[in-house]
């Protein structure tokens, strides 16, 4: 009986060795220690039009002929019909003009340039324009799938909460993003997301095309999501010994 309790001791005490739980330091957002990595804040810039980006406008005109001509352009219920992409020269074709060019524009500007160019054949057009292929990407232990920018400035809290938040099994201290950049390679930011100083940096907003990657962090294997879990393999592997024996 001494024997077994020795064997039960030295069972326990490897497990406590080998085995840990998930603490706030590992796992826990917007922390203010000092050992952790301080971000500078930068202003905030808005999209940018690239090269394969995708667009949806919509003419409106006190001109009833013309609006009939130009409401081939939407479904019968009113929604876009068609998308355009920024060829690899910069411009967009658009029924009934030129060539546009919106590569390195804003939203807003890219609007105004189509407004403009559809008044020299519409004097009272008013256009309304959208980036048709507004969404990012998430990767990895994060609830992997592609979601929709549903507003403007998108946090990286917020954009990871739609895929169900991070994994405890996570890497925060790794986390990377992979933003294309037109016809350029693609830019990779890698960043600790535990960092109360990520906010207003360059890795605090999403941006339209973002590949969101968490990979898993290596000492995960040894860890358990709880102190119950955790106690719960000490038992299991007791009773197993105890078994054996």
């Given at each position: 009986?001494?024997?077994?309790?020795?064997?039960?001791?030295?069972?326990?005490?490897?497990?406590?060795?080998?085995?840990?739980?998930?603490?706030?330091?590992?796992?826990?957002?917007?922390?203010?220690?000092?050992?952790?990595?301080?971000?500078?804040?930068?202003?905030?810039?808005?999209?940018?039009?690239?090269?394969?980006?995708?667009?949806?406008?919509?003419?409106?005109?006190?001109?009833?002929?013309?609006?009939?001509?130009?409401?081939?352009?939407?479904?019968?219920?009113?929604?876009?019909?068609?998308?355009?992409?920024?060829?690899?020269?910069?411009?967009?074709?658009?029924?009934?003009?030129?060539?546009?060019?919106?590569?390195?524009?804003?939203?807003?500007?890219?609007?105004?340039?189509?407004?403009?160019?559809?008044?020299?054949?519409?004097?009272?057009?008013?256009?309304?324009?959208?980036?048709?292929?507004?969404?990012?990407?998430?990767?990895?232990?994060?609830?992997?799938?592609?979601?929709?920018?549903?507003?403007?400035?998108?946090?990286?809290?917020?954009?990871?909460?739609?895929?169900?938040?991070?994994?405890?099994?996570?890497?925060?201290?790794?986390?990377?993003?992979?933003?294309?950049?037109?016809?350029?390679?693609?830019?990779?930011?890698?960043?600790?997301?535990r960092t109360n100083s990520i906010i207003d940096s360059k890795y605090?907003?999403?941006?339209?095309?973002?590949?969101?990657?968490?990979?898993?962090?290596?000492?995960?294997?040894?860890?358990?999501?709880?102190?119950?879990?955790?106690?719960?393999?000490?038992?299991?592997?007791?009773?197993?010994?105890?078994?054996?024996?």
């Amino acid at each position: 009986m001494r024997l077994m309790m020795k064997h039960i001791g030295v069972a326990f005490v490897l497990g406590m060795l080998l085995t840990s739980c998930y603490g706030y330091r590992q796992v826990g957002l917007l922390q203010e220690r000092d050992n952790l990595p301080q971000y500078d804040s930068v202003a905030y810039t808005p999209y940018r039009l690239q090269v394969n980006d995708e667009i949806i406008y919509r003419v409106m005109t006190m001109d009833e002929t013309i609006a009939k001509t130009m409401s081939s352009n939407t479904s019968a219920g009113g929604q876009y019909a068609n998308s355009y992409r920024i060829y690899s020269d910069g411009t967009v074709d658009i029924p009934f003009l030129s060539p546009v060019k919106l590569e390195g524009l804003t939203e807003l500007e890219a609007q105004d340039t189509l407004k403009k160019a559809f008044r020299e054949i519409i004097p009272d057009a008013e256009v309304k324009l959208a980036m048709y292929n507004k969404h990012f990407t998430v990767l990895g232990d994060a609830n992997s799938g592609t979601y929709n920018i549903y507003k403007e400035r998108m946090t990286i809290f917020q954009a990871l909460a739609m895929s169900g938040d991070l994994m405890n099994s996570g890497d925060r201290r790794h986390v990377r993003i992979g933003r294309p950049r037109g016809n350029a390679e693609p830019e990779i930011l890698e960043f600790d997301i535990r960092t109360n100083s990520i906010i207003d940096s360059k890795y605090y907003y999403v941006y339209p095309n973002d590949l969101i990657y968490v990979s898993r962090d290596k000492g995960s294997f040894y860890k358990q999501a709880s102190y119950s879990g955790f106690l719960a393999l000490i038992t299991s592997s007791v009773s197993l010994l105890i078994t054996v024996l």
